[in-house]
């Protein structure tokens, strides 16, 4: 053996002891703040389910139309309800108070949304006085982040220790909320733990018969709904799967299949018989012509980046964000060739300041490019997308076009612009969703 190599051992050794003896004998009094999660059950969770009146919005989520209304999600609290039927002055009508709600869809006056880990429906023939089917409620479909409302403030206090008395455990319930607790113990300058989360709890799904005959009447989405209705089937979202009910002439949802999509998957967008899912790192292809079994097509890879999608009949256009969650600093848009689902190609990229949501319109895309505003980008040239005009909001995030308007929703407002003159776009009306 190599004396140099001989002497790096020495070191190492050296300082590992050195590194116990700091573990073990300099310790100093400090403050231990012990984390508890707070469980609730499925039932008491939906107790909360309350409508309410119009209240402020203070975070983004995602978007849909249905007749002449506009449901807006607040992330974790519920729906705002906005009645549009004078695009020129919408009416902020209520809020449906729904505890751990992020995706929203509608088939024919039923709600279907997201409940923490349960799949909950309200009846809202009345959409003034939703009336909720707890009945109909499916538990342990959807993951969940347990940390939701974790007081990450804890950590910033100098030379703070956490630990937890108890990790999240799915499997005892919905984490609701902690419990803290601050004791005064001697400690090691540099102890420390790690954990890991628990196993997922996993549903079974099965078939049943009792689906809803003929065309059913369903909502719009914005480009980063997880929800999605196709022909008697509600199509769904949970991390690497597409989980599927039936939904029967009840319009109660019956568990149905599960695809692993061999990716963490995001957005849903359907195309005729094509359905296309962005995910972290890529945009996959289904064939939906047969909404019971949908079969997967293809598959094209990018950068891992966080990647809603639509499509027109020969091109899907795909935004690429970088931030926080979206592990890449990389802010673009991809336009790729699906004339052939079984060749898909990347033909085009345009750089983008950090775009979300999209909508597309004859040769126009409509992109909400965070706080950058709107961009529409001039598609008639796949190969060479330019942008053609912006207009400065304080934060755009998603988009539906429902010609000749286009509904936009911000940070605290949402926004309608009519698009018949697309690149230019007049603005229709300005709604606070506010008290």
Same mark, same amino acid.
């Given at each position: 053996?190599?004396?140099?190599?001989?002497?790096?051992?020495?070191?190492?050794?050296?300082?590992?002891?050195?590194?116990?003896?700091?573990?073990?004998?300099?310790?100093?009094?400090?403050?231990?703040?012990?984390?508890?999660?707070?469980?609730?059950?499925?039932?008491?969770?939906?107790?909360?389910?309350?409508?309410?009146?119009? !209240?402020?919005?203070?975070?983004?989520?995602?978007?849909?139309?249905?007749?002449? @209304?506009?449901?807006?999600? /607040?992330?974790? !609290?519920?729906?705002?309800?906005?009645?549009?039927?004078?695009?020129?002055?919408?009416?902020?009508?209520?809020? &449906?108070?729904?505890?751990?709600?992020?995706?929203?869809?509608?088939?024919?006056?039923?709600?279907?949304?997201?409940? %923490?880990?349960?799949?909950?429906? %309200?009846?809202?023939?009345?959409?003034?006085?939703?009336?909720?089917?707890?009945?109909?409620?499916?538990?342990?479909? %959807?993951?969940?982040?347990?940390?939701?409302?974790?007081? %990450?403030?804890?950590?910033?206090?100098?030379?703070?220790?956490?630990?937890?008395?108890?990790?999240?455990?799915?499997?005892?319930?919905?984490?609701?909320?902690?419990?803290?607790?601050?004791?005064?113990?001697?400690?090691?300058? @540099?102890?420390?733990?790690?954990?890991?989360?628990?196993?997922?709890?996993?549903?079974?799904?099965?078939? /049943?018969?009792?689906?809803?005959?003929?065309?059913?009447?369903?909502?719009?989405?914005?480009?980063?709904?997880?929800?999605?209705?196709?022909?008697?089937?509600?199509?769904?979202?949970?991390?690497?799967? &597409?989980?599927?009910?039936?939904?029967?002439?009840? @319009?109660?949802?019956?568990?149905?299949? !599960? !695809?692993?999509?061999?990716?963490?998957?995001?957005?849903?967008?359907? &195309?005729?018989?094509?359905?296309?899912?962005?995910?972290?790192?890529?945009? &996959?292809?289904?064939?939906?012509?047969?909404?019971?079994?949908?079969?997967?097509?293809?598959?094209?890879?990018?950068?891992?980046?966080?990647?809603?999608?639509?499509?027109?009949?020969?091109?899907?256009?795909?935004?690429?964000?970088?931030?926080?969650?979206?592990?890449?600093?990389?802010?673009?848009?991809?336009?790729?060739?699906?004339?052939?689902?079984?060749?898909?190609?990347?033909?085009?990229?345009?750089?983008?300041?950090?775009?979300?949501?999209?909508?597309? @319109?004859?040769?126009?895309?409509?992109?909400?490019?965070?706080?950058?505003?709107?961009?529409?980008?001039?598609?008639?040239?796949?190969?060479?997308?330019?942008?053609?005009?912006?207009?400065?909001?304080?934060?755009?995030?998603?988009?539906?076009?429902?010609?000749?308007?286009?509904?936009?929703?911000?940070?605290?407002?949402?926004?309608?612009?009519?698009?018949?003159?697309?690149?230019?776009?007049?603005?229709?009306?300005?709604?606070?969703?506010?008290?």
């Amino acid at each position: 053996m190599k004396p140099q190599l001989l002497f790096l051992i020495a070191i190492f050794f050296t300082a590992s002891c050195e590194w116990d003896s700091i573990n073990t004998t300099n310790k100093e009094w400090v403050d231990v703040t012990y984390v508890t999660p707070v469980y609730e059950t499925a039932s008491s969770v939906a107790e909360q389910v309350v409508v309410e009146a119009p !209240k402020e919005q203070t975070s983004l989520g995602k978007i849909i139309t249905y007749e002449n @209304y506009v449901l807006v999600n /607040e992330p974790m !609290k519920g729906i705002h309800i906005v009645d549009h039927t004078d695009s020129s002055n919408p009416i902020n009508l209520s809020f &449906l108070s729904i505890p751990g709600n992020l995706d929203l869809a509608i088939i024919d006056d039923h709600l279907y949304v997201d409940m %923490f880990s349960s799949l909950a429906v %309200f009846d809202i023939r009345d959409v003034l006085s939703p009336k909720f089917k707890e009945s109909y409620t499916i538990e342990n479909v %959807f993951d969940y982040d347990a940390f939701w409302n974790f007081p %990450f403030e804890i950590w910033e206090e100098p030379n703070s220790y956490v630990e937890y008395r108890e990790y999240p455990d799915k499997t005892k319930g919905i984490v609701v909320d902690w419990q803290t607790e601050t004791i005064r113990e001697k400690r090691s300058l @540099y102890d420390y733990r790690y954990y890991n989360d628990g196993a997922i709890p996993d549903l079974a799904l099965t078939s /049943e018969d009792g689906n809803i005959d003929g065309v059913q009447q369903t909502s719009t989405a914005g480009s980063m709904t997880r929800f999605l209705p196709i022909n008697g089937y509600l199509y769904t979202i949970n991390l690497n799967e &597409l989980v599927l009910f039936q939904i029967g002439s009840d @319009y109660k949802p019956s568990p149905w299949i !599960k !695809k692993n999509t061999q990716t963490q998957a995001e957005t849903l967008f359907q &195309l005729n018989d094509l359905l296309f899912v962005g995910s972290v790192n890529g945009m &996959l292809v289904y064939d939906v012509s047969d909404a019971a079994d949908p079969d997967y097509i293809n598959r094209i890879e990018h950068m891992r980046s966080c990647d809603p999608v639509v499509a027109d009949i020969n091109y899907a256009y795909v935004t690429l964000r970088g931030g926080t969650n979206c592990f890449t600093d990389v802010n673009e848009l991809q336009i790729i060739d699906i004339q052939d689902p079984q060749n898909l190609s990347l033909i085009s990229r345009k750089d983008m300041f950090n775009p979300h949501g999209l909508g597309i @319109y004859d040769d126009h895309l409509i992109i909400c490019d965070g706080t950058a505003g709107i961009k529409i980008v001039d598609v008639s040239t796949p190969t060479k997308p330019n942008i053609v005009n912006s207009t400065l909001i304080q934060f755009a995030y998603d988009v539906i076009i429902d010609y000749p308007n286009a509904l936009i929703v911000g940070d605290t407002d949402l926004y309608q612009y009519d698009i018949s003159n697309l690149p230019d776009m007049q603005l229709v009306s300005q709604t606070p969703i506010l008290d």
